[in-house]
């Protein structure tokens, strides 16, 4: 079964360009090398927080995902850049309604 997690940043003013190009080429890495990934994309919210959107093929591959280069050297990118801890859920789909709609 899928995984679905959803990261949420709050970058510091004077760091929210760096934030985003930090995030930005996890994306990029993310994208090359976990094939277990299946959806790894950024959206910002009207106040500046920035919430990335994942889902994985299984627990597994978020487990490589904790693991692999890309998630290191985002964390490493974001040391001092955030303005609050970031809120990172991991959750488990509830399909309901039609197969394309009711879960991501």
């Known amino acids: 079964m ?3 997690v959803v990261a949420t940043a709050y970058p510091a003013p004077e760091h929210k360009a760096e934030v985003i190009a930090a995030f930005e080429a996890a994306i990029d890495r993310v994208h090359r090398e976990e094939p ?3 959806l790894y994309a950024l959206h910002e919210g009207p106040d500046g ?3 990335m959107i994942e889902k994985y093929a299984s627990q597994d591959a978020v487990e490589q995902h904790i693991k692999g280069a890309g998630l290191a050297g985002l964390r490493a990118a974001l040391e001092g850049k955030l303005a609050a801890p970031m809120d990172v859920q991991a959750l488990v789909p509830h399909p309901a ?3 394309g709609k009711g879960a991501l």
Request: charged share 15%; glycine share 16%.
């Open 2 to 4: 899928s995984v679905i």
């Open 36 to 38: 277990g990934c299946e």
């Open 49 to 51: 927080r920035l919430v």
């Open 97 to 99: 309604g039609t197969a």
